[in-house]
């Protein structure tokens, strides 16, 4: 597996898509993750500068450099007298791109013509993902992913706020360059949508209990986990690029949050209601989760959605966990007026990715962008 991972990131490195002394500290993460534990459970010997620059090609004085830069990304290395290097803890939650690079390369299917995740651009904090990464996108390839620990002022769908939590979530950022119509260009967010369902849908202790709300809100037994905002540059022919944004609550506790917002500044912000209560895998499972490995499921399973875009595919996907379909609902024009436009059934969604709404009349409507409350006995979704 060590070895896999070395040829993957050499490749990269030789592609452009990755620079050499990431590429060293990756190496060596993964290296040192067998000092660990050993197969009995034991705590295996450390490794020393020595065996550790022949491995990977480095100098001792090398060695050293790039273990203190791994510790001040928050890699939990000491240092045995006598006897070299040792990990004091998993680095599975770290997201940094040294750390999460040794999940998401072996996830990655090695013949693709792009992969979401490379180049990694890791950020401790920043306002916004799609921020940073739209200015990047003239100039960047296909993949290029941006991801953060903390995101302070990000933009969820129709211009609201979502934050993330430091250290606790998955917010991330991938730009494509599609080849797709700009009349399909809301497939890209649908597909989106799908794919982390899929993902989260296949852990153990959610079987059962993934929807999804028209058009990319992810739900756990009812309750929002996961949005995704796409945002992009187009012409009447062409996309140009496409930046897709997603927030993923992981380990945050959900009494904090009101979609996505801090519970002092949602208490003021009215346009949240009626909308699904957040929620998180922590509390969905009683447990954190590794981060870094599950971004790496999520940036393969985006890759397979979004290469080669399958309309028919990924129309039979969101119809199978159609959280709408055979309920009464209203759809309000967004903020800042957030005021009612149609109220009906929903029908479930049509052969462009619309929402079909019987109205009142029995009228069916097809409704291609809006924001969608439930209102039924029993409260709102």
């Known amino acids: 597996m060590q070895d896999v991972l070395a040829d993957r990131l050499g490749i990269a490195v030789s592609r452009g898509l990755l620079g050499l002394g990431c590429a060293h500290r990756a190496n060596l993460a993964e290296r040192l993750a067998i000092t660990l534990s050993d197969e009995d459970g034991g705590v295996a010997g450390a490794l020393s500068g020595e065996v ?44 940094a791109a040294e750390t999460a690079l040794p999940y998401v390369l072996r996830s990655m299917d090695a013949g693709a013509p792009w992969s979401a995740g490379l180049p990694y651009h890791y950020i401790p904090s920043c306002d916004s993902t799609n921020r940073v990464l739209k200015r990047k996108a003239a100039s960047s390839p296909a993949g290029t992913v941006v991801v953060t620990d903390e995101q302070t002022s990000g933009r969820g769908r129709l211009g609201r706020t979502w934050v993330s939590g430091p250290k606790k979530d998955l917010t991330f950022s991938v730009l494509l360059h599609p080849d797709v119509a700009p009349a399909r260009a809301h497939l890209l967010s649908l597909a989106g949508a799908l794919a982390v369902a899929e993902v989260l849908e296949s852990l153990p202790g959610l079987e059962g209990s993934v929807g999804i709300k028209w058009p990319n809100d992810v739900l756990l037994g009812g309750e929002k986990v996961c949005g995704v905002l796409l945002e992009g540059s187009m012409d009447p022919d062409r996309i140009e690029w496409a930046v897709a944004g997603i927030g993923l609550n992981v380990n945050s506790l959900p009494d904090a949050l009101v979609g996505g917002l801090p519970v002092e500044q949602a208490s003021r912000a009215c346009e949240w209601r009626g909308k699904p209560r957040p929620t998180s895998l922590r509390a969905a499972l009683g447990r954190d989760l590794a981060r870094a490995p599950l971004l790496a499921r999520l940036l393969a399973r985006l890759t397979e959605r979004w290469s080669g875009l399958d309309d028919v595919a990924v129309l039979e996907g969101l119809r199978e966990r159609d959280m709408l379909a055979g309920r009464r609902v209203t759809v309000l024009s967004g903020p800042p007026r957030d005021e009612p436009v149609l109220s009906g059934e929903a029908l479930g969604i049509g052969a462009e990715g619309q929402l079909l709404i019987r109205d009142p009349s029995g009228k069916t409507v097809a409704v291609f962008a809006g924001d969608v409350t439930v209102r039924e006995a029993g409260g709102d979704l």
């Open 52 to 95: 550790l620059g022949r491995e990977l090609g480095l100098s001792r004085a090398a060695v050293h450099k790039h273990i203190e830069q791994l510790r001040a990304l928050g890699v939990g290395v000491e240092s045995a007298a006598g006897a070299g290097y040792r990990l004091t803890r998993s680095f599975a939650d770290l997201v």
